[in-house]
């Protein structure tokens, strides 16, 4: 705790004291330790905390401010104890190895890419039987969350699943001739595909240079939950694996029409509110979309679309989708929300605004074509703490109600799935083209 008081008095020192300089300097002191606070928050980072929080107590009270709630803050931060290197709720590690998973994670399917760990082992065999060929990598001391049967070219066939308690086998299958080319390094099993029944084009399609700015744009899709966060429930439908599907859909989709796209996840696999909208901010994206699905047990009836962006502004109806969406997020008090919500960005409450308009509009126009009751709940300003840390336009898309038996059953549909996926892209490609 010395160490830290010590710690603290350094910083402040270094960065002047707000007794000793001009009223407009420590206005500017102030603002910016409130904006490194919440930066802190997000980064889930004690010390900075600490430090901007002192910086906030003692400019506020030059300046004839009330912080008596940032002093209760900085009390509670300085005065708790915390073990050092881990948290008190996880026991120390001898052996790091039993950090690695169990589990094979299929990062992407053309070309196909598994990750292993180190005590994964890979057997490879070809097979032809009943006029199909047969490419089987069989991956010893693996499991498997669930089975994988998918269609992944023109001709060639997935399935991968638990032959064995210890073994998983992956198999690559087609009635025509295919050749694949494979690699087992750094913990990846690397697989391309060779399909001959795809055409080769020596030239490639025209684009317009209108369209160009805006095809270079950079995408993160945000399934929400994954993993023990299983979402919402109900009718037998688990947010989670329905959010995760459209969101492989609408990556599909978006990567056809010529966009950069990453995912916040794959697989059916836990990632922190706060590690999502870092990784959208690492790889410069352009926007950010968080998938959902909502639920309303008092009326199972209501049904319907509601697109959200972030605000401070916001309806009793939103709160309460909110509340259900801010639940992983346990680590920010009210007083902290109060903060990151007074400093959000004017211009990306705008922007975030007129997207959540398009993809909303272009969501119920495109359902309306296929389906009845489709029932458009609007656009909506709301607190979700997955958009907070976002540094570009962010929306979070309740894509039905699992409550409502309508919804959860087309909600499991695979061409509803793909259509809905199609519509959002739709949606975003209209705001891009308007808003270059």
Same mark, same amino acid.
Not at 151 to 171: D, E, S, W
Not at 230 to 238: D, H, L, Q, T
């Given at each position: 705790?010395?160490?830290?008081?010590?710690?603290?008095?350094?910083?402040?020192?270094?960065?002047?004291?707000?007794?000793?300089?001009?009223?407009?300097?420590?206005?500017?002191?102030?603002?910016?330790?409130?904006?490194?606070?919440?930066?802190?928050?997000?980064?889930?980072?004690?010390?900075?905390?600490?430090?901007?929080?002192?910086?906030?107590?003692?400019?506020?009270?030059?300046?004839?401010?009330?912080?008596? +709630?940032?002093?209760?803050? $900085? *009390? #509670?931060?300085?005065? /708790?104890?915390?073990?050092?290197?881990?948290? &008190?709720?996880? !026991?120390?590690?001898?052996?790091?190895?039993?950090?690695?998973?169990?589990?094979?994670?299929?990062?992407?399917?053309?070309?196909?890419?598994?990750?292993?760990?180190?005590?994964?082992?890979?057997?490879?065999?070809?097979?032809?039987?009943?006029?199909?060929?047969?490419?089987?990598?069989?991956?010893?001391?693996?499991?498997?969350?669930?089975?994988?049967?998918?269609?992944?070219?023109?001709?060639?066939?997935?399935?991968?699943?638990?032959?064995?308690?210890?073994?998983?086998?992956?198999?690559?299958?087609?009635?025509?001739?295919?050749?694949?080319?494979?690699?087992?390094?750094?913990?990846?099993?690397?697989?391309?595909?060779?399909?001959?029944?795809?055409?080769?084009?020596?030239?490639?399609? +025209?684009?317009?240079?209108? $369209? *160009? #700015?805006?095809?270079? /744009?950079?995408?993160?899709?945000?399934?929400? &939950?994954?993993? !023990?966060?299983?979402?919402?429930?109900?009718?037998?439908?688990?947010?989670?694996?329905?959010?995760?599907?459209?969101?492989?859909?609408?990556?599909?989709?978006?990567?056809?029409?010529?966009?950069?796209?990453?995912?916040?996840?794959?697989?059916?696999?836990?990632?922190?509110?706060?590690?999502?909208?870092?990784?959208?901010?690492?790889?410069?994206?352009?926007?950010?979309?968080?998938?959902?699905?909502?639920?309303?047990?008092?009326?199972?009836?209501?049904?319907?679309?509601?697109?959200?962006?972030?605000?401070?502004?916001?309806?009793?109806?939103?709160?309460?989708?909110?509340?259900?969406?801010?639940?992983?997020?346990?680590?920010?008090?009210?007083?902290?929300?109060?903060?990151?919500?007074?400093?959000?960005?004017?211009?990306?409450?705008?922007?975030?605004? /007129?997207?959540?308009?398009?993809?909303?509009?272009?969501?119920?126009?495109?359902?309306?074509?296929?389906?009845?009751?489709?029932?458009?709940?609007?656009?909506?300003?709301?607190?979700?703490?997955?958009?907070?840390?976002?540094?570009?336009?962010?929306?979070?898309?309740?894509?039905?109600?699992?409550?409502?038996?309508?919804?959860?059953?087309?909600?499991?549909?695979?061409?509803?799935?793909?259509?809905?996926?199609?519509?959002?892209?739709?949606?975003?490609?209209?705001?891009?083209?308007?808003?270059?």
């Amino acid at each position: 705790m010395r160490f830290l008081l010590l710690f603290i008095f350094i910083i402040t020192t270094l960065f002047g004291s707000c007794n000793s300089v001009s009223l407009s300097k420590t206005y500017q002191i102030y603002s910016t330790a409130k904006q490194d606070y919440i930066k802190a928050i997000l980064d889930e980072n004690r010390n900075k905390k600490v430090i901007a929080l002192k910086k906030i107590v003692d400019c506020g009270k030059v300046l004839g401010f009330n912080v008596s +709630k940032y002093e209760i803050q $900085l *009390k #509670k931060l300085t005065n /708790k104890k915390v073990k050092k290197n881990t948290p &008190h709720k996880y !026991k120390p590690i001898k052996n790091p190895l039993k950090l690695e998973s169990k589990y094979i994670k299929v990062i992407s399917y053309n070309p196909l890419k598994i990750k292993l760990n180190s005590k994964m082992r890979v057997k490879y065999l070809t097979l032809n039987r009943k006029g199909k060929l047969y490419k089987i990598f069989d991956i010893y001391n693996a499991k498997i969350n669930r089975k994988i049967s998918k269609k992944i070219t023109q001709n060639i066939y997935l399935i991968a699943a638990q032959n064995m308690p210890n073994k998983v086998r992956v198999v690559l299958y087609s009635r025509k001739k295919f050749k694949i080319k494979y690699s087992n390094k750094h913990k990846y099993l690397n697989i391309t595909l060779f399909d001959k029944s795809i055409p080769k084009y020596t030239k490639m399609p +025209k684009i317009k240079e209108k $369209l *160009k #700015k805006y095809k270079q /744009k950079i995408i993160v899709i945000d399934p929400g &939950h994954g993993g !023990k966060d299983y979402g919402g429930i109900a009718n037998g439908v688990r947010e989670k694996d329905i959010v995760l599907r459209i969101g492989l859909y609408l990556r599909d989709e978006l990567k056809r029409r010529g966009y950069k796209v990453y995912m916040t996840r794959y697989g059916d696999y836990f990632v922190k509110l706060s590690t999502r909208t870092k990784f959208a901010n690492r790889h410069n994206a352009d926007l950010f979309i968080s998938l959902h699905c909502n639920i309303f047990r008092d009326n199972p009836n209501i049904k319907g679309v509601t697109t959200y962006y972030l605000s401070p502004a916001r309806t009793k109806r939103a709160e309460r989708v909110a509340k259900l969406e801010n639940s992983a997020f346990r680590e920010l008090k009210s007083i902290n929300q109060k903060v990151v919500l007074n400093f959000l960005n004017k211009n990306r409450i705008i922007q975030s605004d /007129k997207m959540a308009m398009d993809i909303q509009r272009n969501i119920i126009f495109n359902l309306r074509k296929y389906y009845k009751n489709i029932e458009d709940r609007g656009v909506r300003p709301a607190p979700f703490w997955v958009l907070v840390g976002t540094q570009m336009p962010s929306i979070l898309l309740e894509t039905g109600f699992l409550t409502n038996k309508l919804e959860a059953k087309r909600l499991k549909n695979r061409s509803y799935q793909k259509r809905y996926a199609k519509a959002i892209a739709d949606g975003i490609e209209s705001y891009l083209i308007k808003n270059q």
